[in-house]
C-alpha cells in the first residue's frame, strides 16, 4: 500500500495525539484518586518543600481537584477525536501551561515539569501539522471590522460604551466588597 506524505503527516499526528490522550486520560483519572487526605499537614507551612506545599494545596479542596480531573479527562477526549482534537489541545494547553507554572516556582519533581513540558511541545506540534487551520482561525480572530461610519457615531458609541463601563463597574464594586 502506497502512503502519501499527507497520510504520514495524519499518522504522526494521531501518534502525537495518542500521546496526550492517554497522558490526560491518567492525569485527570490520578486526580479523582489522589489527594484525599493531603490537606492533614501538621507541618508549619514555612518548613514544606514545594512539592508538599502543592500537594497539601491540592488536597485541601476535593472539589478543585475533581474539576482539575474532570477538565483534563475532557482535554484528553477531545484531542481524541480528529474533528474536535484543535480545541481540547486549546483546553489541554491552559491545563499544562499552569501546571508547567506550578511545577517551576513550587520546585516539583523534575520529571513532571518534563512531562508536562514534553506534553506541551507535543501539542505545539499538532498546532504546527494544522497550520492552515491555525492561521485561519487566527485571521478570523483578529480581522478588524471595518465600518466606515461616520466620525460623529463613532465618537457617540464609545462615549455610551465609557458610561455603561463606568456603570458595570461601580455594580461590580458593590457585589463584591459592599455586599
Known amino acids: 500500500m502506497y502512503l502519501t506524505r499527507r497520510d504520514w ?36 507551612v514555612s518548613e514544606l518543600s514545594g512539592m508538599q506545599l502543592m500537594w497539601a494545596f491540592y488536597g485541601y479542596s476535593r472539589p478543585f481537584v475533581l474539576t482539575l480531573g474532570v477538565l483534563e479527562i475532557i482535554g484528553g477526549l477531545l484531542v481524541l477525536v480528529k474533528r474536535y482534537r484543535l480545541i481540547g489541545c486549546l483546553l489541554v494547553s491552559t491545563i499544562l501551561i499552569n501546571v508547567i507554572l506550578q511545577d517551576i516556582f513550587y520546585n516539583v519533581n523534575i520529571g513532571a515539569l518534563r512531562a508536562a513540558i514534553l506534553y506541551q511541545i507535543t501539542i505545539f506540534i499538532i498546532f504546527i501539522l494544522n497550520k492552515q487551520i491555525v492561521i485561519g482561525v487566527w485571521k478570523k480572530l483578529i480581522q478588524a471590522n471595518v465600518n466606515h461610519d461616520d466620525l460623529k457615531k463613532k465618537l457617540y458609541i464609545l462615549l455610551v460604551s465609557i458610561m455603561l463601563f463606568v456603570l458595570l463597574r461601580i455594580v461590580e464594586y458593590y457585589i463584591t466588597i459592599r455586599w
Open 9 to 44: 503527516l495524519q499518522i504522526l499526528e494521531n501518534a502525537l495525539a495518542y500521546i496526550i490522550v492517554l497522558a490526560m486520560l491518567a492525569y485527570g483519572v490520578g486526580k479523582l484518586v489522589q489527594f484525599k487526605h493531603a490537606q492533614h499537614v501538621s507541618t508549619p
